[in-house]
C-alpha cells in the first residue's frame, strides 16, 4: 500500500558546465555537490535524497556528456548510462546562451523515455526578457511533450516552479532510503570532493584535469576529526605546480579544504594533504579503481 506515497528517481542531465551541479544543490536546499567554472567537474553519479512527509525524490547528479578520450571519460559515461535506465523523470539542463544544436547532440542520443523537464538556465545573463521568451518558444515548438521552463539556477529565478513540476510527474511508490539519509555516498567521499572543488577553484590549465583525491585516513577525535588525504597528479611538473613556492599553493589549498570540510562536517578538522605522482592514472585501470571511479 503506497497511501498516494510518492517515490522515484529524477536524473539531471546535460552538457558540461550547463549548471547541473549548482541545480542539485539549489533542489536540495544544501551544499551536497561541488561545482567550479571549469568543465568535467562532477566526475561521478552521485544521489541527493530529498524526504518530505509525502514524498521521496532521489536526484542524482551525473557528469557531464562528452566524447570520452581516456578510461576516466569512458567510466564517467557509464555513471551517464546508468542514470539513464533508473530515471523515473529526466532534468535535462541546457545553458540557454549556447545553441540548440548543443543540446540535440545530447538529448537525441539519449533517446529519453521518461517524462523531461527541460531547463534552460543561465536567464541571469539576458537582459532583454523577449529574447528568453522567443527561445522558450522555440524549445517548445521543438520538444511538444518536454515541459520547458527558462531558470537561473545560480540567481535563483523561476526555481520555485521546478519542485511542483516533478511532483506532479513522480510514481507513486514506497520510499527507497530511509527518510533521514541525505546521500548514497559517505562523508570520506564529500570530504575527498571538497578538495578536488578546491582544486578546480585554485590551479589552472591541466592540473584539476589530472588530479585525483584518495583520502588515506579519517579519524573522528573527540574535539576534532583528523584527515589525510593524497593528491595523484600524472606529472612531476604537475607536482611541483600543485605545491607552489616554497608550498605556498598547497597550503592555500589546505586552509580553502578544511574550511569546506568544517562546515560540512559541522566539525573541526586537521587536514593534511601529500601530492604522489602516478604516471598516466586516468588510463590505468587499477588505479582508477583504487581512486573510486569504478
Ligand atoms: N550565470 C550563471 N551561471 C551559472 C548558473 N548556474 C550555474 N552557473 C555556473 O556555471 C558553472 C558550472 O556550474 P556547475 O553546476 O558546476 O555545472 P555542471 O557541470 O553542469 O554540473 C559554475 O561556474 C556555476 O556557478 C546560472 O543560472 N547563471
Ligand atoms: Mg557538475
Redesign the pocket.
Given at each position: 500500500m503506497s497511501n498516494g506515497f510518492k517515490s522515484g528517481f529524477v536524473n539531471i542531465f546535460?552538457a558540461?558546465?550547463?549548471?547541473?551541479?549548482?541545480?542539485l544543490n539549489l533542489l536540495l536546499g544544501e551544499r551536497l555537490v561541488i561545482?567550479?567554472?571549469k568543465?568535467q567537474?562532477?566526475r561521478h553519479r552521485i544521489l541527493g535524497i530529498f524526504s518530505e512527509p509525502g514524498y521521496q525524490i532521489v536526484f542524482s547528479?551525473t557528469p557531464?556528456i562528452i566524447e570520452p578520450k581516456y578510461k576516466l571519460h569512458r567510466k564517467m559515461m557509464d555513471q551517464v548510462k546508468s542514470a539513464l535506465e533508473d530515471a523515473d523523470v529526466a532534468i535535462v539542463?541546457h545553458d540557454i546562451n549556447r545553441p540548440k544544436e548543443e543540446l540535440e547532440a545530447i538529448t537525441d542520443p539519449l533517446r529519453l523515455k521518461v517524462p523531461v523537464i527541460l531547463l534552460l538556465?543561465?536567464t541571469?545573463?539576458i537582459k532583454d526578457k523577449s529574447t528568453i521568451e522567443g527561445l522558450v518558444k522555440q524549445y517548445q515548438e521543438k520538444y511538444p511533450n518536454w515541459e520547458v521552463l527558462p531558470?537561473?539556477?545560480?540567481?535563483e529565478e523561476n526555481t520555485k516552479r521546478i519542485m511542483p513540476l516533478i511532483l506532479e510527474r513522480l510514481p507513486e511508490g514506497e520510499a527507497f532510503y530511509p527518510d533521514d539519509s541525505i546521500s548514497d555516498r559517505n562523508e570520506r567521499f564529500f570530504v575527498a570532493e571538497l578538495i578536488r572543488e578546491q582544486i578546480y577553484n585554485l590551479y589552472e590549465e591541466e592540473i584539476p584535469y589530472h588530479a585525483a583525491v584518495l583520502i588515506q585516513a579519517f579519524e573522528e577525535k573527540t574535539t576534532l576529526t583528523v584527515i589525510k588525504a593524497d593528491i595523484i597528479v600524472s606529472r612531476e611538473t604537475q607536482k611541483i605546480i600543485l605545491l607552489g613556492k616554497g608550498g605556498s599553493m598547497i597550503k592555500q589549498l589546505g586552509i580553502r579544504a578544511r574550511q569546506a570540510m568544517e562546515e560540512f562536517l559541522q566539525r573541526k578538522v586537521h587536514l593534511e594533504l601529500f601530492v604522489k605522482v602516478r604516471p598516466k592514472w586516468r588510463d590505468n585501470e587499477n588505479y582508477l579503481r583504487e581512486y573510486g571511479y569504478n
Open positions: 546535460g558540461p558546465n550547463a549548471g547541473k551541479s549548482t541545480l561545482t567550479s567554472p568543465v567537474t562532477t547528479d557531464g539542463v538556465n543561465k541571469d545573463v531558470i537561473s539556477a545560480r540567481k
